[in-house]
């Protein structure tokens, strides 16, 4: 079964590669390191890079580092 996330945050406001981005630099606290992660192929996304992704649906990406914040990213 596939969970898909939502595509608003909790405070119902809509995400946006924008939004993602600011998110970014919160998470890894460089824009060096953001690029880095952006800029890697990554399981979670089939293969594909986050840069990729965040084109065609930012909240996986989100949903991504939000999992990377509370520690439960594997």
């Known amino acids: 079964m596939h ?3 939502p595509s608003t945050d909790p ?3 809509a995400i946006t590669a924008q939004s ?3 998110h ?3 998470t890894f606290g ?3 390191k953001a690029e880095h992660w952006m800029s890697r192929p990554n399981p979670l996304f089939q293969g594909k890079t986050p840069r990729q992704v965040i084109q065609s649906d930012p ?3 989100e949903a991504a580092l939000v999992r990377i914040d509370y520690g439960v990213y594997v």
């Open 59 to 61: 909240s996986w990406v």
């Open 3 to 5: 969970v898909f996330p």
């Open 30 to 32: 460089s824009a060096e």
């Open 24 to 26: 970014l630099l919160d």
């Open 20 to 22: 993602v981005k600011a």
């Open 11 to 13: 405070r119902g406001r």
